[in-house]
């Protein structure tokens, strides 16, 4: 039973490995080989992919995530979710080019560079969007070969570059991380365009009404979210300094792989818990103890070691300059390790669609960092950032709680049968 469970999984757990075991090794290269300025404009645009990416994602992938399993018509219904996609795709395109023809210097970028930005903007959520799909609908083995292709081209053609020329320009890197997906995105359209039709006009108005009306709620909670998490992160370098601004960057990259992780199990397992939910509410409690058990325990051990070894780890992957800020460290394992103990409450309330409520938490979540973030940070530094952080994470999951008491669900079957 373990084994044929293990043997099912193993394909995630490899795809998993090469997403984001390539993107850390990608982002290692830049950093060496930009230069902090170069790098930093770099994770500006990052930053900026990232919130376009996160308004994808609530109005195209987490609707997709909850009804993918619920519809009959699989084939019609991947025609709308594309032409959302890309539409999604035009209108980002339209923005930027509207901006840099009025003149209003949204980018930190020139001219030279907006179109190698867009092209790697559009492949960079394109490939997402196949990714989360071939998830979401099980095909395993599928986004571990677009994985494999996404790998081997990004790292390959980035070696190239760096063995074989000089050169570091913003535009020749965003030109070869663009490249790199391409073989991953020509194999992924190919797989998802097979055996589609066109969707009636009813199926049309009623796919358009769980992403567009539904997933409202999701959209201002995306984006409610993307400023919550990032305003300690940006006044960090106005309040305390570049110093500090640099060691909690640097602790937060060290979880990139955990919530890469995170959001690789969510996209596995929640059409998995949805179908469950449509059964019986009893039912989906057992999914969420099979599904989650031991995924919570793995990076709990995980964590745990990262807690006791904080100064080794700072030194090893940085360097000693880093090791005073062990303490940032700890204090972010301490955010994680409720991230991850409260993760199922987070994907009951998505199961449920209890979107205005997910909305809900997280704007009080961000009133609490326009509130506290000056004091925080003026009167504790970077600990305060730290203390901000497990501030908001303890508000969200409080007021998840409540909402799911008022709504008469047991959470404590989600842990224990």
């Given at each position: 039973m373990m084994s044929?469970?293990?043997?099912?999984k193993l394909p995630l757990l490899l795809e998993q490995c090469l997403f984001s075991g390539t993107g850390f090794v990608v982002n290692i290269a830049l950093a060496k080989s930009m230069g902090l300025e170069l790098y930093g404009v770099y994770a500006s645009l990052i930053i900026i992919s990232y919130l376009l990416l996160s308004i994808s994602q609530a109005l195209v992938i987490q609707p997709m995530q909850i009804h993918v399993g619920k519809?009959?018509?699989?084939?019609?219904?991947?025609?709308?979710?594309?032409?959302?996609?890309?539409?999604?795709?035009?209108?980002y395109f339209t923005f930027f080019f509207g901006a840099y023809l009025a003149n209003t210097s949204l980018l930190a970028i020139g001219q030279e560079d907006l179109l190698p930005f867009l092209l790697y903007l559009a492949f960079f959520l394109g490939y997402d969007f196949y990714r989360k799909y071939f998830l979401a609908t099980a095909q395993l083995i599928t986004a571990l070969i677009?994985?494999?292709?996404?790998?081997?081209?990004?790292?390959?053609?980035?070696?190239?570059?760096?063995?074989?020329?000089?050169?570091?320009?913003?535009?020749?890197?965003l030109y070869l991380l663009a490249a790199g997906q391409l073989p991953s995105i020509i194999i992924a359209t190919v797989v998802y365009w097979r055996s589609v039709a066109l969707p009636d006009l009813q199926a049309i108005k009623r796919y358009f009404k769980i992403h567009i009306i539904d997933g409202q709620w999701l959209l201002y909670a995306a984006i409610t979210q993307w400023f919550s998490g990032n305003l300690y992160v940006m006044a960090s370098g106005l309040l305390i300094g570049l110093e500090a601004l640099g060691a909690l960057r640097f602790v937060q990259s060290l979880f990139g792989l955990v919530n890469i992780l995170l959001q690789t199990i969510e996209n596995y397992v929640l059409p998995q818990l949805s179908k469950a939910y449509q059964v019986s509410l009893q039912h989906c409690y057992r999914a969420f103890q099979s599904a989650l058990g031991v995924y919570q325990m793995i990076i709990l051990a995980g964590l745990g070691v990262l807690f006791l070894f904080a100064g080794q780890v700072l030194r090893f992957a940085g360097s000693a300059e880093f090791v005073p800020y062990a303490y940032v460290l700890r204090g972010m394992v301490v955010l994680y390790a409720i991230i991850i103990l409260a993760y199922p409450v987070r994907l009951l309330i998505r199961v449920t669609e209890l979107n205005r409520s997910y909305f809900v938490a997280y704007l009080i979540s961000f009133a609490f960092s326009l509130i506290s973030y000056q004091f925080l940070l003026t009167h504790f530094g970077v600990t305060g950032a730290v203390i901000g952080l497990i501030g908001n994470q303890l508000i969200l999951q409080a007021t998840w709680l409540i909402v799911l008491k008022k709504n008469q669900f047991n959470v404590w079957k989600l842990y224990i049968s």
């Open positions: 044929a469970s293990l043997n099912k519809t009959t018509d699989d084939s019609s219904y991947r025609i709308v979710l594309i032409f959302l996609q890309c539409f999604l795709i035009l209108v677009i994985a494999a292709a996404f790998a081997l081209s990004t790292i390959g053609l980035l070696a190239f570059h760096l063995l074989s020329t000089a050169s570091t320009d913003l535009n020749t890197y």
